[in-house]
Antibody, heavy 123, light 107 residues
Framework: QVQLQQSGAELVKPGSSVKISCKAS????????MHWIKQQPGNGLEWIGW????????KYNQKFNGKATLTADKSSSTAYMQLSSLTSEDSAVYFC????????????????WGQGVMVTVSS | DIQMTQSPASLSASLGETISIECRAS??????LAWYQQKSGKSPQLLIY???RLQDGVPSRFSGSGSGTQYSLKISGMQPEDEGDYFC?????????FGSGTKLEIK
């Protein structure tokens, strides 16, 4: 069965960086886009961007340009997101989520999600 | 960016009641609309995609409808396990955007 296993919670200092992981299993990692989503209480959900592990292509929400960097390791079926220059505004739960192959009728959507990683930025 | 306006923000329903949640897009999203349920502390679960396609394993009391800019999720016969947060996602244009969510509780 499809599983997306994310790394554990992070407590990090302002100005630092953090790299969180999302290990995929139960499907062909290189054939599906992997998306990243931010969730903050009161701020709802924000789409950060996606990566296609098959060739490393990425697309970012302009809002997260310079903040998030998406990578993928085909050998370990693991996607990564690095967040840099962290501030309190980056404290949130971050999810990875798989999207099925794109078609005109459905557009992009996420059929499987990781369990989420809570990132807390605090001195 | 496409704005997704979701209503109501909260809803209280009795067991067996039928409820609807709405999402309105700021422009035509061509039925590229998905609905999710999220329970406290858990990751979201896909209910509906392509506006009206029921995801495998989701109970048939959930249904989606709509086109253009107006979409709705209906639960026909509220069950205790349906308590949670619900949100929509537009998958038509980047950046992908979400509705603000609806908190559904048992009355």
């Amino acid at each position: 069965q499809v599983q997306l296993q994310q790394s554990g919670a992070e407590l990090v200092k302002p100005g630092s960086s953090v790299k969180i992981s999302c290990k995929a299993s139960g499907y062909t990692f290189t054939s599906y886009d992997m998306h990243w989503i931010k969730q903050q209480p009161g701020n709802g959900l924000e789409w950060i961007g996606w990566i296609y592990p098959g060739n490393g292509n990425t697309k970012y929400n302009q809002k997260f340009n310079g903040k998030a960097t998406l990578t993928a390791d085909k050998s370990s079926s693991t996607a990564y997101m690095q967040l840099s220059s962290l501030t309190s505004e980056d404290s949130a739960v971050y999810f990875c989520a798989r999207s099925p192959p794109l078609n005109y009728y459905s557009g992009y959507y996420f059929d499987y999600w990781g369990q989420g990683v809570m990132v807390t930025v605090s001195s | 960016d496409i704005q997704m306006t979701q209503s109501p923000a909260s809803l209280s329903a009795s067991l067996g009641e039928t409820i609807s949640i709405e999402c309105r897009a700021s422009e035509d999203i061509y039925s590229n609309l998905a609905w999710y349920q999220q329970k406290s502390g858990k990751s979201p679960q896909l209910l509906i995609y392509a506006a009206n396609r029921l995801q495998d394993g989701v109970p048939s009391r959930f249904s989606g409808s709509g086109s253009g800019t107006q979409y709705s999720l209906k639960i026909s016969g509220m069950q205790p396990e349906d308590e949670g947060d619900y949100f929509c996602l537009q998958g038509s244009k980047f950046p992908l955007t979400f509705g603000s969510g609806t908190k559904l509780e048992i009355k």
